[in-house]
């Protein structure tokens, strides 16, 4: 049996239809579980928002079986509604998506035998009861005409198996918000993910990730987000995951600067085209946007200076990275102004904290010292970057998302400068290790002297502020954090430091 729960004054009603498995659509009830007053079908389609996430989902995971598909089929065809969420008779089972997370989990165990007993065990219990929950703000969302349909010629527009139906948002996001999170195996979207999930219940995560070296999908370990393979640079799998999303966040990019002086092609692939590529998206979809970007697009300031980069400071990069970062920002501008895309752009500072690569600097330097190697510093060390903690960091696009006003920039610090030397020797007495226990390497090309934010738009306009700003306390935390985790970064360390060794020559 499905159950529609409907809004008190909205036109409600029951549709019957023929079912071989024993599920149907009737009875619908409000929110408390009180009957409401019949309606035409036809009502009910204009009303009932039709999105199929779960099932959608649970096709992917290979979870639904043939005459549950069978039945959302007839269900769809006959009144235009599709699923957007199955509840279990049973209420101690949970949610099905809940279930489906806790597969997911059970994947990433590696275990087969598990993943074949969860997956018999749930097909099992889906096929008892199911219940069709309609949510209240969307039925108002509905009501209100702004069901949009994907563009003519769309990916998947023509394929009979194209299983979305799209509604946009403009009057907030309601109950319920499900965003896609691009680059989310990697450091900063998974610790996004992570603190999503466990600050926010009522926002629903979608990662899309195409796992390129960078990335870490245990990062996700035991997080139950729906994760899906894949490059923001194919337009069929973004167009796929866009559509029935209220917003997208994304942290997709090539990020090491080094990486960039030797092979520049993937940064402008994944940083440019990937960016237009969900540009095209979101504007077709009405969907919001939200760019994560990086200071370096400024260019560099002069050591020893109070100056600091403000919204206002012109783009001047430097590595192919920083140029391609710039790149996707102007694309973002331009969309928002020639086609009126809802999006917001945040340059942020050097980030710090747990699940970061082991290419990057701070990590690099912690993971050097547990593994009994001396760290490296490049030159004298005397480069200062901006660092803020990536939960300040994450707090801060939340705030973006929540109140900031489509078409602007802000940028994101924590007034967290520090030398190279000056982290080097912080890390160095977290450890125990001695002030001169490291060696110096030959500088990089181009290498910026001083990266420094101007975050006062942000916490005028947005009231965020940093709530990690003990620049110290963090590292020590973030040490902890790669000494209780071997697990998490020992087995890419070795190929990370031959990498690093065909670059430098200690000296
Ligand atoms: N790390 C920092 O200090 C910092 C500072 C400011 C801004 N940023 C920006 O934040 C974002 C995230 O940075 P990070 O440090 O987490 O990077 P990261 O390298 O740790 O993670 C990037 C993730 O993107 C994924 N990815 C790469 N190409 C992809 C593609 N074509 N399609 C889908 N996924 C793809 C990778 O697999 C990886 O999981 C980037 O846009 C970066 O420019 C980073």
Known sequence: M???????????????????????????VREDGAAVDPVEPAQLRAQARAVEDVVA???????????????????????????????????????????????????????????ADAREHQRGQRVVDHRLVVDREELLTDADGDRVQPAPGAPGQDDPSHRHTITSHPGGYGMHM???????????????????????????????????????????????????????????????????????????????????LTDPWPFLDTNIRGTAVLLDAVRRHEKRLHHISTDEVFGDLPLGTPERFTEETPYRPSSPYSASKASS?????????????????????????????????IPRQITNILSGERPKLYGAGANVRDWIHVDDHNDAVWAILERGTIGETYLIGADGERSNREVLALILEATGRAPDDFDT???????????????????????????????????????????????????????????????????
């Open 2 to 28: 499905f159950r529609l729960l409907l809004e008190p004054d909205g036109a409600p009603g029951t549709v019957e239809l023929d079912d071989p498995v024993g599920t149907r659509v009737g009875d619908p």
């Open 57 to 115: 989902q649970d096709e992917r995971d290979g979870l639904v079986p043939d005459e549950v598909r069978a039945e959302h089929e007839r269900l769809r065809e006959a009144v235009g509604l599709v699923l957007h969420d199955v509840l279990q008779a049973e209420p101690e089972l949970g949610p099905v998506a809940q279930q489906a997370a806790e597969l997911i989990d059970v994947r990433r165990g590696g275990d087969d035998q598990d993943l």
């Open 178 to 260: 499900h965003i896609v999170v691009t680059g989310g195996a990697g450091f900063i979207g998974a610790n996004f993910v992570r603190r999503t999930v466990a600050t926010r219940p009522d926002v629903r995560i979608t990662v899309v990730d195409a796992l390129t070296y960078a990335a870490n999908e245990s990062s996700l370990d035991g997080v139950g987000v729906e994760f899906v393979k894949g490059s923001i640079t194919d337009p069929a799998v973004v167009d796929e995951l866009v559509a029935p999303a209220d917003a997208v966040v994304n942290f997709a990019a090539d990020t090491h600067n080094d990486n960039s």
């Open 329 to 361: 920002d102007h694309l973002v501008r331009a969309w928002v102004r020639s086609f009126g895309v809802q999006a917001t752009i945040s340059n942020c500072s050097n980030n710090y904290g747990p699940y970061q690569h082991v290419e990057k600097f």
């Open 441 to 507: 390497v030959p500088d990089r090309a181009g290498h910026d002297l001083r990266y420094a934010i101007d975050s006062s738009k942000l916490r005028r306009e947005l009231g965020w502020a940093p709530a990690r700003a003990d620049f110290a306390a963090g590292l020590r935390d973030t040490v902890d954090w790669y000494r209780e985790n071997r697990a998490w970064w020992e087995p890419g360390k070795a190929g990370t430091e031959a990498a690093y060794a065909r670059r430098e020559t200690p000296r």
